[in-house]
């Protein structure tokens, strides 16, 4: 992996630069900000510091300095250890790949989408996947900082008069170091290109971040190479769906936009805890400001997108999740508690997820996956795998989230043929058998099954199509 010159400055684990200088700017507010410059609460190189105030105030295309936050983001993954791939980790992903879809081929008519494999550093996923994040992030940046300088009273705003441009800039700046830190964070968390439901990598290349994956699979008692597999798996069927539904990236992104429009800010709440600071405490600016001080306020128009987008996502993990189960339930042992462990790493997102969320106000967690699970794998069991591909054919024919509610409702709706009350009855017994196993074999508590059952409790509303 090429070098940066830049990263030569970045902080040693003690917290200082190389030469164990203290940051004289801790516990000011300027200390999150230079630690973005540093990755961590070290001395910042001023010669480096000052390159980067330079960049934050150049002329940018978009509400967002995207050349910052992919240097910011760089510079947090360069905090770390972030070793490169070998050319063993090529081919063990190379030879997964391969496996990986011919056991999809046994169980879906979806051709395969991944044409070529790729093992990366986290580095490398921040350069591949920034121009994905800017599609996204965009729409919902620009009506933050549009709605920011709208709440500016109109004698701050004529003051100001030819600084607004440069405070326009400032913004794009803010904006794009808190976006990279939060790309950074991600970073060390994600394990392929597809991890979080969307993609975000190039088309077609099927890549995984094997030190991601080799972390993720600590403490889980499976061989690394069934933890590489299942993890290639579900990247390869997530490319699968992507690949052969044209319609589904443009509604995850039209969902993403409309959020975005829909982002208002809150002047009197801004104002009220402004003038609740105490302006001689920087811990209390600093408090403030990491606490959502200008954080947007979620609207009705937003909630519903949001809606919207978490059903999509839950129904596109769902699949995936029935699929891999299918394709390895008669060919891999270590594949039901492989599953359970995604399953609950999906459900509760990383630390860098939520602080993407909290940024951006949009969470990525497919909330009622099970449900999402259940659904897909009762339609197979009453019409077989092609008419559960098939929905996926037309937005109009896939299910809203209040199918989630009764997931054999749908399956059996969706069939032509009418149901007697015996096939009814055994469809929702083979069902209920399918999650008594599933429980016994991943050791399932009564206290885990009822936070599963709440996390899905806030998502009833709205889905990607109407039928």
Known sequence: MATDPRDDNLPDETGGDSSGQANPFKGTPMESMFAAFTGGGGMPDMNVLMAQMQRMFSPHEGNVNWDLAKDVARHTVA??????????????????????????????????????????????????????????????????????????PAEAKSMAGPLMGLLGQAGGAMFGQQVGQALGGLATEVLSTTDVGLPLGPDGVAAILPANVRAFGEGLDQSESDVLLYVVIRECAHHRLFANVPWLRSSLVGAIEEFGRGTSID????????????????????????????????????????????????????????????????????????????????????????????????????????????????????????????????????????????????????????ATDEEFAAALTDLLDQADEDAKSTGDTDDEADTDAGDGDDSDAGGPGTR
């Open 79 to 152: 905090a770390k250890p972030d070793p490169s791939p070998t050319t063993a980790d090529e081919g063990a992903i190379a030879d997964a790949v391969r496996l990986a879809e011919a056991w999809l081929d046994a169980v879906t008519d979806l051709s395969a989408g991944a044409t070529t494999s790729a093992a990366w550093s986290r580095a490398q996923w921040v350069e591949s996947t920034t121009p994905t994040w800017q599609r996204l992030v965009e729409p919902i940046a620009a009506h933050v900082v549009t709605a920011m300088s709208e709440a500016l």
């Open 267 to 418: 002047v009197s709440a801004i104002e009220a805890q402004i003038s609740s600071i105490d302006p001689a405490n920087p811990a209390a600016i600093q408090e403030a400001l990491s606490g959502g001080l200008f954080e947007p306020q979620r609207t009705p128009a937003q909630q519903a997108a949001l809606d919207r987008l978490e059903a999509l996502l839950a129904f596109i993990e769902g699949w995936v999740d029935e699929v891999v189960g299918q394709a390895t339930v008669d060919r891999m042992p270590s594949a039901v508690a492989l599953r359970e462990a995604v399953r609950r790493r999906r459900a509760a997102g990383g630390p860098a997820e939520q602080t993407f969320a909290s940024l951006v106000g949009l969470e990525l967690r497919p909330r009622r996956l099970r449900e999402a699970a259940t659904l897909w794998g009762a339609l197979r069991d009453k019409q077989g795998p092609a008419a559960r591909d098939a929905v996926w054919a037309h937005p109009d024919l896939m299910p809203d989230a209040s199918d989630l509610d009764d997931p054999l409702g749908f399956a059996f709706e969706a069939d032509t043929t009418e």
